[in-house]
T-cell receptor
Framework: DGGITQSPKYLFRKEGQNVTLSCEQNLNHDAMYWYRQDPGQGLRLIYYSQIVNDFQKGDIAEGYSVSREKKESFPLTVTSAQKNPTAFYLC????????????????FGPGTRLTVL | QKEVEQNSGPLSVPEGAIASLNCTYSDRGSQSFFWYRQYSGKSPELIMFIYSNGDKEDGRFTAQLNKASQYVSLLIRDSQPSDSATYLCALLGSSNTGKLIFGQGTTLQVKP
């Protein structure tokens, strides 16, 4: 059963805590992405990785960190430096192709809803 | 100017009508365009992608792309209450990094 899994589904963080959100895929996709979604808004890119052991900052990387030690896994850490972390976090993956094709398509995991207490 | 613009809505249509969702973009180098549907509290799911000018049909959905005018649209025929959701337009930028750029989404309400 192929797909993208995220855990936990709900996460509560106290002030000053670091928390890590898990994202795993068994689709053999090269690229993985982390997005943040706030109520009534679109998705904003936090970090992305096109290959193992390499990742790039997105538009809102401050206060977040990632690692890509395995092709299947792309965990996101929300650090205490992120001042407003309450949001819906979405992980996605895609095959990276050359010409524009359906392999550019990103598929999303079910998401993690993070709330700061 | 935002890179991808959508009217946030809500767009309200009666059941059985055609819903028309529009999206404009600023990067003329963009090549691939995607429509995602997102139900409240859930993650986005892909409906269609399009990369050639013209129309692409899949069941009740038709995506239309006009690169000269820099817009992409999604038509939903015979709208059903189950189509009520937020529809996100996304494009693959010209930078060839695989990054998708999303619009803020249009909320569609289909009334029985």
């Amino acid at each position: 059963d192929g797909g993208i899994t995220q855990s936990p589904k709900y996460l509560f963080r106290k002030e000053g805590q670091n928390v890590t959100l898990s994202c795993e895929q068994n689709l053999n996709h090269d690229a993985m992405y982390w997005y943040r979604q706030d109520p009534g808004q679109g998705l904003r890119l936090i970090y992305y990785s096109q290959i193992v052991n390499d990742f790039q900052k997105g538009d809102i990387a401050e206060g977040y960190s990632v690692s890509r030690e395995k092709k299947e896994s792309f965990p996101l850490t929300v650090t205490s430096a992120q001042k407003n972390p309450t949001a819906f976090y979405l992980c996605a993956s895609s095959i990276l192709g050359g010409p524009p094709t359906s392999t550019d398509t990103q598929y999303f995991g079910p998401g993690t809803r993070l709330t700061v207490l | 100017q935002k890179e991808v613009e959508q009217n946030s809505g809500p767009l309200s249509v009666p059941e059985g009508a055609i819903a028309s969702l529009n999206c404009t973009y600023s990067d003329r180098g963009s090549q691939s365009f995607f429509w995602y549907r997102q139900y409240s509290g859930k993650s986005p799911e892909l409906i269609m992608f399009i990369y050639s000018n013209g129309d692409k049909e899949d069941g009740r959905f038709t995506a239309q792309l006009n690169k000269a005018s820099q817009y992409v649209s999604l038509l939903i025929r015979d709208s059903q209450p189950s189509d009520s959701a937020t529809y996100l337009c996304a494009l693959l930028g010209s930078s060839n990094t695989g990054k998708l750029i999303f619009g803020q989404g249009t909320t569609l309400q289909v009334k029985p």
